[in-house]
């Protein structure tokens, strides 16, 4: 380095804070959830980006993974995760910020939002690129490493899930997005614009 602070990037804001939105983006692994969240987060001059996986990682004895079989401390610790993110947003949202949270489609059917989506105080997008796409993503993103594999098998339950239900979750106010062709800034903008 030649002794000079990197130039830090800075955001455009395209939208001023009121009302104080709160995005949910969800899909399986590897379909963008955070990077889209992130970017979309940008777009407001006050904002917070709350991914519930993290809130989840921060059990540090007995953390339960996402698994195709859904116990009870898993189903538990989803649950609590995702109780934590919807106040933690909602503190955010009435302080002034634009919130965007990222989350995984499960069994349950993201039960423990859809009274928010479904009143809109909470606007549920749903990512859903094609299978073929999200494996590309993953494998792009994991090569031949492991987790890969993993990520596979939950991005194919994942759709196994989804699929049959797109119909009544868009019924019941979710917003279902395929971002195959689109670039993140295109999906940004589409999201930003509902």
Do not use: C
């Amino acid at each position: 380095m030649d002794g000079q602070t990197p130039k830090q990037l800075e955001p455009t804001y395209t939208h001023p804070v009121t009302p104080n939105p709160i995005f949910l983006l969800v899909g399986s692994p590897a379909v963008g959830k955070s990077t889209t969240a992130k970017a979309l987060a940008q777009r407001f001059a006050k904002s917070v980006h709350i991914p519930v996986d993290n809130l989840r990682d921060m059990v540090v004895s007995g953390l339960e993974m996402p698994a195709l079989e859904w116990g009870d401390p898993l189903a538990q610790q989803v649950r609590l995760a995702r109780e934590t993110a919807l106040f933690m947003a909602k503190q955010y949202s009435q302080a002034g910020f634009a919130v965007v949270l990222d989350d995984f489609y499960d069994p349950h059917g993201l039960l423990e939002y859809q009274t928010q989506v479904e009143r809109g105080e909470i606007r549920g997008i749903i990512l859903f690129p094609t299978i073929a796409e999200a494996l590309r993503r993953n494998f792009g993103r994991f090569g031949d490493q492991p987790v890969r594999q993993y990520l596979d098998e939950g991005i194919r339950s994942v759709y196994g899930l989804l699929e049959p239900n797109l119909a009544g979750l868009s019924e019941h106010g979710w917003i279902v997005l395929d971002t195959t062709e689109m670039s993140l800034e295109d999906a940004v903008d589409k999201i930003s614009r509902l």
